[in-house]
């Protein structure tokens, strides 16, 4: 999950206080005593999270001195990574680990020569317990150099219970059904829908669940290493699909210039907050954690989901992201950097988070009991049943000035298609002449 999807805002300062440790650039954390195989030895990890992400990760980080003796210091990047890790390996300062949130971000340091490959540890390890397509998407050129640690499940519909019994209706299982439970829904007086038009990046989510259902994992790769142009038929079809929930103003609260107002905390807020204005909200599992911390709902009584509906017939999609850990080639403790990765790909690192709370891990040997409620559970099994059918965020695998750009690139063309749904065919042509230009830059 990329930071434009994370909504945890908590001054990293207070954290650090809190702590006594790492934050934003503080003191390290270190185990004490010097019987253990990194004692004496210091460990940098950068990474993008703040908030309630940073002080669970240090949590890993504190494992892990507890583990070897190492001391570690974490320092946030913020959103822009790719610049702050640069700037740091330019400055003689390279941090020995990097939690990289995009696979787009992953292939750029590797092309820059950046990276250190995966020890063979690590790849044994990455082989027991992960599937295929985690190593896949960690790989460059047939090298893994990446480990996802944290993964976030982007095919999970969120809704109010109380709002579906008002209305009674069940949590649909297609597409087809998805739209006429929300009719209904509409009818009993609640807009169906809360739709975040105000961060294009749930756009793009709206888009890849629904093309991967319709035309089916293979095209979906092929389209997002742009082997197949934003023009096929495939994409077409997906846009017109997707028009018929953004052409309907009384399935969206607030209709198009509603949500097109609306980013992703207020569509949550829109569903879960004191003053519901929607019955459901789609995005990933860590909608959860809004609704839970902020609106004070019970996750699986107040505030549940259901799976992304198959669509036209195809299989239900299953959309991921992810956090991958990298060692960099110029930080100055290759030793410590290389055990940390091979104590992230664990199921004991993966339970420490999981037992936080916020998190969901790839790996398959974790137990699930480690996560704290039945609905973690439910999300961190349809990730890990869906195996190699788990497809990467399609956006986050694209250059960023296509995919990951506010006000420019899919986001913006796709802002627009939710404004105008009414010409799909004239959308696929200005995505291709974006992501022409991008994919040849």
Known sequence: MTTRRRTAMAC?????????????????????????????QTLNVAGVWSGAEQKNFQKVLDAFTEKTGATTRFT??????????????????????????????????????WLAPLSGKTVSALDANFAPVWKEYGSVGGKPYGLYFKAAHKST??????????AGVEPPKSYEDLLKAGRTVSDSGLPAFAVAGEDGWTLTDWFENI?????????????????????DPSVVKALT???????????????????LG???????EKVFGPEPEAAMVYEGDFVAGI???????????????????AVAGGKAPVVSGGDAAVALKDGKNR????????????PEAAAVWAEAGGFLSPNKKLDLAAYGDDTLRATARSLIDAGDAVRFDMSDQAPASFGGTKGTGEWKLLQDFLRDPSKPAATAAALEAAAAKAYKG
């Open 157 to 166: 519909v969120w809704y109010s219970p109380e709002a579906f019994e008002q």
């Open 291 to 309: 609704a839970k911390d902020q609106f004070g709902r019970t996750i699986g009584k107040d505030a549940r989901f259901f799976p992304f509906p």
């Open 211 to 231: 093309y991967l259902s319709q035309a089916g994992p293979e095209k979906y790769d092929r389209l997002a290493r742009h082997e197949i142009p934003w023009t």
């Open 262 to 268: 609306t980013d992703f905390p207020g569509s949550v």
């Open 12 to 40: 990293c300062s207070a954290l650090a206080l809190a702590l006594g440790a790492t934050a934003c650039g503080g003191g390290p954390v270190s185990a004490g005593g010097g019987d253990k195989p990194l004692s004496g």
């Open 241 to 259: 699909t997707l028009g018929t929930l953004f052409s309907d103003a009384e399935l969206i609260a607030g209709g198009q210039k509603g949500a």
């Open 76 to 113: 946030s990047t913020g959103d822009n990574v790719s610049t702050v890790v640069g700037s740091k390996i330019e400055g003689g300062n390279a941090p020995d680990v990097v939690m990289v949130p995009q696979v787009g971000v992953l292939q750029q340091f590797a092309a820059k020569g």
């Open 335 to 346: 030793k410590a950097a290389t055990a940390f990765l091979e104590y992230l790909a664990t």
